[in-house]
């Protein structure tokens, strides 16, 4: 192959990448639950509180069609009720992978159009601490799966939802001890609520 040659195709290449990279967008999205049902093993008798922001870059595939890639981080806090003698306290964070794609081809007005979008989340680091009375126990890997669906409006760079999502998301070694009997720790979650995301 030819110098020309090269530096044609070398071209080619660099336009193209440009203009995939120009075509794709960033999206920042914040979650809202309004109605959450947890099961968090070791921790049955208390209740979840939980937080997430998502950070996707989309890529048009059409013109009402988009594919996103993106990043999740979720943090979660438990804490056992007063009655409770173990007295432990939970602190999880997980870091995901969101895969997923957005349909917004049905119009309302000529601005304002119908939003269908779907994800699949992978965790790929998290860390979980719990402490209590009797000891306390710490896990660095994580693994499991999450879901999330969401229908709403589409409205120039802005758009608001609702959502359905569900977790599932075990923190290997990470135990509690309940009347001696050691039990692990994993968080099982479904949400209904809000997101409102912002494209730029």
Not at 137 to 162: C, H, K, P, R, T
Request: aromatic share 12%; charged share 20%; proline share 2%.
């Amino acid at each position: 192959m030819t110098v020309v040659s090269k530096k044609l195709l070398l071209t080619v290449c660099l336009l193209c990448f440009a203009t995939q990279a120009w075509a794709v967008k960033a999206k920042l999205r914040f979650l809202f639950p309004v109605s959450m049902s947890s099961v968090t093993d070791g921790f049955e008798n208390s209740k979840l509180s939980t937080s997430e922001v998502v950070l996707a870059f989309v890529m048009p595939v059409s013109k009402s069609t988009q594919l996103d890639f993106g990043y999740s981080y979720f943090n979660a806090r438990i804490k056992d009720p007063d009655s409770s003698t173990e007295a432990y306290t939970g602190v999880f964070r997980a870091h995901l992978l969101q895969l997923g794609a957005a349909y917004s081809g049905f119009e309302l007005t000529r601005t304002i159009s119908l939003l269908f979008e779907a994800s699949t989340r992978f965790p790929v680091s998290g860390q979980g601490d719990v402490k209590g009375n009797p000891e306390s126990s710490e896990a660095d890997s994580i693994s499991g799966m999450g879901y999330f669906f969401g229908s709403g409006i589409i409205y120039g760079n802005m758009d608001v939802l609702l959502f359905y999502q569900r977790r599932e998301l075990t923190f290997d070694e990470l135990t509690v001890l309940r009347d001696g009997e050691r039990k692990n720790v994993a968080l099982q979650s479904t949400e209904y609520g809000i997101g409102i995301g912002y494209t730029f």
